[in-house]
């Protein structure tokens, strides 16, 4: 059974500092992972989508990496604001699972001004 | 990439009733995927839907707690029967086009 880790579970910062999120899965035969922000009260925002056979994925000052035979995903911030605080959730979906998606525990970010 | 419609976006029911939850998708999707959130707890799966076929649920979750209907590509509903204070959750239903998983807002449920 895939299960999916996040660390650190809860991360406070002062704005501007660069930060690392972590994600780490025990089944490596991942078809895809992905990384989603959670707002209280709101659904999920897709960050950024790294398929099996890419090793990272850019999108303005979010970066995603994918390490399959480790078991390891990153979300680099840069440069953060107050407007990145929100639950940070990483999920992956398993070769041959039909796009079901396990979730990880999520690292809940707070940017201080 | 898909837009999800649902609702209601939150409700307050009481114990022993149910409640439909309602997801429309702006374009035809072959599976939709209906997840809950409990309190300070990440996202499970419960079921995937398919037009056309019976829901597959996942390990703890079963049709008669959780019917599922899928009536065509772009529309399913989910209904929480006989509820208890344990099913008060953040209920989300998602689909997955190959450009990416789209989610919708949730709806939040409490039961009294």
């Known amino acids: 059974k895939q299960e999916v880790t996040q660390i650190p579970a809860a991360l406070s910062v002062p704005e501007g500092e660069n930060l690392v999120l972590n994600c780490s899965f025990t089944d490596s035969a991942i078809y895809n992972l992905q990384w989603f922000r959670q707002d209280p009260g709101k659904g999920l925002t897709s960050l950024l989508l790294?398929?099996?056979?890419?090793r990272e994925q850019t999108s303005g000052r979010l970066n995603a990496s994918l390490d399959k035979s480790s078991g390891r995903s990153t979300l680099y911030i840069a440069a953060s604001q107050p407007g990145d605080s929100a639950t940070y959730l990483c999920?992956?979906?398993?070769?041959?699972?039909?796009?079901?998606?396990?979730f990880g525990t999520g690292t809940q970010l707070k940017v201080e001004l | 990439s898909a837009v999800i419609s649902q609702k209601p976006s939150r409700d307050i029911c009481q114990r022993g009733t149910s409640l439909t939850i309602q997801c429309q998708v702006d374009?035809?999707?072959?599976?939709m995927f209906w997840y809950r959130q409990q309190p300070g707890q990440s996202l499970t799966l419960i079921a995937t839907a398919n037009q056309g076929s019976e829901a597959t649920y996942e390990s703890g979750f079963v049709i008669d707690k959780f019917p599922i209907s899928r009536p065509n590509l772009t529309f399913s509903t989910l209904t929480v029967s006989n509820m208890s204070p344990e099913d008060s959750s953040i209920y989300l239903c998602s689909v997955a086009p190959f450009y990416g998983y789209t989610f919708g807002s949730g709806t939040r449920l409490t039961v009294v």
């Open positions: 374009s035809q999707v072959t599976m």
């Open positions: 790294i398929q099996s056979s890419q």
């Open positions: 999920a992956v979906s398993l070769t041959g699972g039909g796009n079901k998606l396990t």
